[in-house]
C-alpha cells in the first residue's frame, strides 16, 4: 500500500512539497520530543504520588519540571497540530461554504496563525534575551535559567509560522490539507464533483 503522504496533489508544486516535506519533518521532530517530554512528566507524577504517600518523602522539584515540559509540550506540539487540522475549528461553519468560502476561510486562518506565530517569534526572542541578560531565574525548587525556557516561544512560534505559511500556500493554491495520520489522506478544500 502507498503512503498516503507521498500521494501528491495535481494543483501542488514541486516547491509546495519540498515546503511540505521539511515542515514535516520539523513539525514530527518536534512533535517527538513532545511526546518524550509528555512520557517523562508522566513517570515524574507517577513517581512523585508513590514517594508522597507510600515513603512520606514527597520530591519538591517534580511540579516544577512538569511544568516546564507542559510549556515544552504545547511549544512542540502547535505546528504538527495545526498541519493536522487538529486546532480548535468551527466546522460547522466552514462545512456549509462553498469551496471558494472554504478556501478564503482556511487562508484567513493560515494567516492569523501566522500572526499569532510572529508575535510568538519576536516576543519570545525579545523575552528571552532580556531575562538572560538579567540572570533571571525560575522560581521554585529548581533555580534554571528563564531565559532557556522562554526559547521555547521562539522556536515554537518558527514552527507554527512554517506550518501556517504552507496551509496559507495551500489555500490559495487549492491544494488539500495533508492527513498522514487519517484514514482519509487529505481534507478537500473544494467539494467533489457529482459523477
Given at each position: 500500500?502507498?503512503?498516503?503522504?507521498?500521494?501528491?496533489?495535481?494543483?501542488?508544486?514541486?516547491?509546495?512539497?519540498?515546503?511540505?516535506?521539511?515542515?514535516?519533518?520539523?513539525?514530527?521532530?518536534?512533535?517527538?520530543?513532545?511526546?518524550?517530554?509528555?512520557?517523562?512528566?508522566?513517570?515524574?507524577?507517577?513517581?512523585?504520588?508513590?514517594?508522597?504517600?507510600?515513603?512520606n518523602?514527597?520530591?519538591?522539584?517534580?511540579d516544577?519540571?512538569?511544568?516546564?515540559?507542559?510549556?515544552?509540550?504545547?511549544?512542540?506540539?502547535?505546528?504538527?497540530?495545526?498541519?493536522?487540522?487538529?486546532?480548535?475549528?468551527?466546522?460547522?461553519l466552514?462545512?456549509?461554504?462553498?469551496?471558494?468560502?472554504?478556501?478564503?476561510a482556511?487562508?484567513?486562518?493560515?494567516?492569523?496563525?501566522?500572526?499569532?506565530?510572529?508575535?510568538?517569534?519576536?516576543?519570545?526572542?525579545g523575552?528571552?534575551?532580556?531575562?538572560?541578560?538579567?540572570?533571571?531565574?525560575?522560581?521554585g525548587?529548581?533555580?534554571?535559567p528563564?531565559?532557556?525556557?522562554?526559547?521555547l516561544m521562539p522556536?515554537g512560534?518558527?514552527?507554527?509560522?512554517?506550518?501556517?505559511?504552507?496551509?496559507?500556500?495551500?489555500?490559495?493554491?487549492?491544494?488539500?490539507?495533508?492527513?498522514?495520520?487519517?484514514?482519509?489522506?487529505?481534507?478537500?478544500?473544494?467539494?467533489?464533483?457529482?459523477?
Open positions: 500500500m502507498a503512503n498516503p503522504a507521498a500521494r501528491t496533489h495535481p494543483g501542488e508544486s514541486p516547491a509546495l512539497r519540498i515546503l511540505a516535506r521539511a515542515v514535516a519533518l520539523l513539525a514530527g521532530a518536534a512533535m517527538g520530543l513532545a511526546a518524550v517530554a509528555l512520557l517523562l512528566s508522566l513517570a515524574l507524577i507517577g513517581w512523585a504520588v508513590v514517594m508522597r504517600y507510600g515513603f518523602a514527597a520530591p519538591t522539584w517534580v516544577d519540571l512538569v511544568g516546564f515540559n507542559l510549556v515544552a509540550i504545547v511549544m512542540l506540539a502547535a505546528a504538527q497540530t495545526l498541519r493536522q487540522g487538529e486546532h480548535i475549528g468551527v466546522d460547522l466552514t462545512a456549509s461554504l462553498s469551496a471558494r468560502g472554504r478556501r478564503w482556511a487562508g484567513w486562518a493560515a494567516l492569523a496563525t501566522g500572526a499569532i506565530a510572529v508575535v510568538l517569534v519576536l516576543n519570545g526572542t523575552t528571552a534575551l532580556l531575562a538572560r541578560s538579567l540572570g533571571l531565574l525560575t522560581e525548587a529548581l533555580e534554571w528563564t531565559w532557556m525556557l522562554m526559547l522556536v512560534g518558527a514552527l507554527l509560522l512554517l506550518a501556517a505559511v504552507e496551509q496559507l500556500w495551500r489555500a490559495v493554491a487549492g491544494v488539500p490539507l495533508p492527513r498522514p495520520h487519517s484514514p482519509v489522506d487529505a481534507v478537500p478544500l473544494e467539494k467533489p464533483e457529482p459523477r
